[in-house]
């Protein structure tokens, strides 16, 4: 019983995009980085992710897929963010950007295609910041998710500075669509002699 409820609590909101859901791996196949010894490499859904040395063979991971926006409290915690002021411990730099958005990156010659943390981190991080006992299990292998313990952990991300642009561009454009572009002395209306009008009523 313990197990499925422990199950449940992995959950895909009504609304999520599947193409950015996290996803319970266990981690096989690591290699070296062919170009830095404190780096690891590992392929997940036939990506490649590098990682640090501490990831080892059979460990439990949560591995979040390119333009995912993370949950910024977990990133916060975890002191991911570049900007050394959001991070919990303002000494550690990150490199993530301020939305939280996963990026493709190459480093040192290799590629890293994704993001993947320590399954148990997750775990410590619900503890501390929401009291909630939750611990990954080998039943959550390969189960996919966006909602943990009823706490959102990603969505897809959504560059809204860029919808903002956008909406306004839009505005001026039909705005410039109501400008009337006949210009004075370049048109004339003709009024054909026999419609009847008098025309020097008209001069």
Not at 1 to 19: C, D, F, G, P, Y
Not at 115 to 140: G, M, Q, R, S, V
């Amino acid at each position: 019983m313990t197990s499925v409820i422990q199950k449940v609590m992995l959950q895909i909101s009504e609304k999520a995009n599947r193409n950015y859901l996290a996803k319970v791996v266990r981690l096989t196949n690591i290699r070296k980085h062919s170009n830095a010894d404190r780096l690891q490499v590992v392929t997940i859904d036939g990506n490649n992710v590098i990682t640090s040395m501490s990831a080892q063979e059979g460990n439990l991971y949560i591995y979040f897929p390119l333009e995912a926006a993370i949950n910024k409290e977990y990133l916060s915690f975890s002191n991911a963010f570049a900007s050394k002021e959001l991070n919990k411990d303002t000494e550690i730099k990150g490199y993530f950007p301020n939305t939280g958005r996963v990026r493709a990156a190459r480093l040192r010659g290799e590629r890293s295609e994704g993001y993947i943390i320590p399954a148990f981190d997750i775990t410590n991080w619900l503890k501390e910041f929401y009291n909630k006992d939750f611990t990954f299990t080998e039943d959550h292998v390969d189960q996919e998710f966006d909602i943990v313990c009823d706490i959102k952990l990603c969505e897809k991300y959504v560059n809204r500075e860029q919808i903002v642009r956008d909406s306004k561009e839009n505005k001026n454009t039909k705005k410039k669509a109501k400008v009337s572009r006949l210009v004075d002395e370049q048109f004339h209306f003709h009024i054909p002699q026999w419609t009847g009008i008098d025309l020097q009523l008209l001069q």
